[in-house]
């Protein structure tokens, strides 16, 4: 239903960081569309192994089984939700694998004001310092929000070809702030459209 209102729209691509990812998969060979597909991922506890964990064991099974399916509009990008959902040392696995592989990363970042604040008084950074910090903008990164960046944040994005999707509905639907799209366009950040996704939007 999601790919046939897409196409009514004149959406012909999308990017989606959820679960039971293959069933997306499916639905976007059948549509015939194009989609970078992730598999969400959160680590709780500086004692995760990401080699042995389910979920990032489905995120390497997800790359294996459908990146570049269907003559290459499917490409698999790995996810972390959040900062205040990982550990350094998931995002570091992460930006290691997605190195590995040659692959894209999709992140939650900097939506809401107390994601922002509960950052700093975490690691003394915002979440932009945190992901930077443990080596995520090494590698391609597509931020999904962007609304509480400072300018030292998006000076990172634009320095690390990182780019930001401006949710402007959902933004507003759920009172999280509006995301200062001018500021964000002038430091040089690329910019592009989204939902995320229907339950919030």
């Known amino acids: 239903m999601a790919a046939a209102e897409m196409i009514a729209g004149g959406t012909v691509s999308f990017s989606d960081m959820y679960f039971f990812c293959d069933e997306t998969a499916r639905a976007v060979a059948e549509s015939g569309m194009k989609a970078n597909l992730s598999r969400s991922l959160v680590s709780f506890s500086d004692d995760i192994r990401p080699e042995?964990?389910?979920?990032?064991?489905?995120?390497?099974a997800l790359f294996s089984e459908w990146n570049q399916a269907c003559d290459g509009r499917i490409r698999v990008d790995f996810s972390l939700h959040a900062e205040y959902t990982n550990r350094g040392s998931a995002v570091r696995w992460v930006a290691e694998q997605a190195a590995r592989l040659g692959a894209r990363v999709q992140i939650h970042l900097s939506e809401t004001e107390k994601e922002h604040r509960e950052s700093?008084?975490?690691?003394?950074?915002?979440?932009t310092g945190f992901f930077l910090q443990n080596g995520l903008f090494d590698v391609p990164v597509c931020c999904a929000h962007g609304v509480w960046l400072t300018d030292e944040d998006r000076a990172i994005l634009a320095a690390h070809g990182a780019g930001v999707v401006h949710n402007p509905v959902?933004?507003?639907?759920l009172g999280s702030g509006i995301m200062p799209l001018r500021k964000t366009m002038d430091a040089g950040v690329l910019v592009a459209l989204g939902t995320d996704g229907a339950a919030s939007n």
């Open 120 to 127: 700093i008084a975490r690691h003394g950074v915002t979440p």
């Open 52 to 60: 042995q964990d389910p979920r990032f064991r489905e995120a390497l």
């Open 170 to 173: 959902s933004n507003l639907k």
